[in-house]
């Protein structure tokens, strides 16, 4: 039997970030593979009209949880949704609520932050940072804590090109960071952020950096690690390949790219592209979480999770790959054929952006106007636009993660752990996950019926022969301009005929 699954077993877990992607994720294999825990606490802020329970049942109600059911059929009473709001300072918790959390809890999963790149610096703060901090000294009241295993990212120090499995200090205190936000107004906030973050891309990678350093001063005598994926994608193996039910990240690229409207990337198509599947996070997560509450190091060691040191896959592979797996599964009502290209150049870049993104998009807004329709394309292409500039940054580089912990981590496992919470990326087939990944944009994000794919697969012939032909077309008639026009081209085109 599985050592890590059978220390779980009995267990009282608190997961910030539950309602997540990662969060997710993660209490579905707690409840797969260790069906007998106690409960899982969960912060919850309830949306309008949405009472915690109902929550609860909107997220157990994903396919994701189909395999849960069947091992697990109480797994809904095993979840307990307590009312919290990260944004205040103190959760906004009831005192019976906070007293059960203080008195029961056994290990803390810390995944709840803001992913934003563009949040503002008081917001990112405030969920990345003093949330962290206000959670840290919850825990310290905790008699029955084994384990703090917060989450961060592997781009928390990114300006740096080689990053240790180490705790880089920030220029600035977390702590004067936190008490100035409290005075100062959000003009003054906003024009002194790009000082305070300096080589840092954006406020995320900036505060998730911070939070680190939080973790650091407050730990106390907590048991506590802390784990860095690099960019989170699609399940890769469990509960079953290509699940995925948001839009960040890589999944907003795919999605643009098969519906036709990305058509050129400004990346440098050589760069690592540092995907690592979230079920091999979730993986690592519950082996760090076992080790750091059995084995209590001595410090707090940091995990990287990434995939470009052990089993690189470059954004052109990668590409490639993505506009393959469009030919045999293209998506429904494309806007136009999906392509994309990737440049380096800068000028071509803003070429692309203004003549295959912007045109076609102003255009098409023109026809809705025309049949008395809200035109909504031009808009939709700059917040595009918007979010593909944002991601520069990380597709034009590549980063060296060195991962001693995490390899020391997997060889102190047993054969049937390694095998039960795999975290080898090594193993990674890039080319099948891939095209899985696709499939479940498609089917788990997108919505869209399997049954459809013949159908959708004329409309993509169809466009593909559109294209070709608006291309003949044009390419004639510019020839047919410069011959009228130049002596020397009605000598090639005689010379030709």
Not at 109 to 118: E, G, I, L, W
Not at 342 to 355: K, L
Not at 428 to 455: H, Q, R, T
Request: with cysteine; net charge positive.
């Amino acid at each position: 039997m599985s050592t890590i699954a059978a220390f779980y077993g009995g267990k009282s877990i608190l997961i910030t970030g539950a309602t997540g992607f990662l969060g997710k994720v993660l209490m579905e294999k707690l409840f797969r593979t260790s069906p007998d825990l106690k409960v899982i606490y969960i912060l919850v802020r309830p949306k309008a009209g949405q009472t915690l329970q109902q929550r609860v049942f909107q997220i157990l109600d994903s396919k994701l949880f189909e395999k849960v059911k069947e091992v697990c059929p109480n797994v809904h009473e095993k979840i307990r949704a307590i009312y919290a709001d990260l944004n205040q300072n103190d959760f906004a918790i009831s005192k019976e609520d906070m007293q059960e959390l203080l008195s029961c809890t056994n290990i803390i999963f810390h995944c709840a932050a803001t992913v934003r790149f563009d949040d503002t610096l008081r917001h990112a703060v405030q969920l990345n940072v003093t949330a962290t901090r206000q959670l840290l000294l919850m825990a310290s009241q905790m008699p029955k804590l084994e384990a703090f295993i917060h989450i961060s990212t592997a781009y928390s120090n990114c300006n740096l090109k080689h990053i240790d499995e180490v705790i880089y200090p920030c220029p600035v205190e977390p702590k004067k960071i936190i008490d100035s936000l409290e005075w100062l107004d959000d003009a003054i906030i906003d024009e002194i952020t790009p000082k305070l973050i300096r080589d840092w891309p954006n406020i995320y990678t900036y505060t998730k950096a911070l939070g680190e350093m939080v973790v650091q001063q407050e730990s106390r005598n907590l048991n506590i690690a802390i784990i860095r994926p690099s960019i989170v994608g699609a399940t890769w193996q469990e509960p079953f390949p290509g699940w995925v039910d948001n839009i960040n990240g890589p999944n907003g690229i795919i999605i643009a790219t098969g519906k036709g409207f990305l058509r050129a990337i400004k990346a440098t198509p050589m760069a690592v592209a540092d995907v690592i599947p979230v079920d091999t996070v979730v993986n690592l997560m519950l082996a760090v979480g076992w080790y750091t509450a059995v084995h209590r190091p001595k410090s707090t060691l940091v995990y990287h999770i990434t995939s470009g040191n052990m089993n690189p896959c470059n954004w052109h592979k990668m590409g490639v790959q993505v506009l393959a797996t469009f030919e045999k599964i293209p998506f429904e009502r494309p806007f136009r054929r999906p392509n994309a290209n990737f440049t380096s150049n800068s000028f071509t870049s803003q070429y692309w952006n203004a003549v295959s993104h912007r045109a076609p998009a102003i255009i098409y807004d023109c026809y809705l106007r025309l049949t008395g329709r809200k035109p909504r394309m031009t808009k939709l292409m700059n917040r595009l636009l918007r979010t593909v500039s944002m991601l520069e940054y990380f597709i034009n580089r590549s980063w060296e993660w060195s991962t001693y912990n995490t390899e020391m981590l997997m060889s102190e496992l047993s054969p049937e752990d390694q095998r039960v919470f795999n975290f080898d990326v090594r193993q990674l087939n890039w080319l099948e996950y891939i095209e899985n990944y696709v499939l479940g944009v498609k089917k788990y994000l997108l919505k869209e019926d399997m049954a459809g794919i013949p159908k959708a697969k004329q409309r993509l012939k169809r466009l593909r022969n559109i294209h070709y032909l608006f291309n003949t077309a044009l390419f004639l008639i510019a020839w047919r301009l410069l011959i009228a026009r130049s002596q020397m081209a009605r000598n090639v085109w005689f010379f030709i005929m």
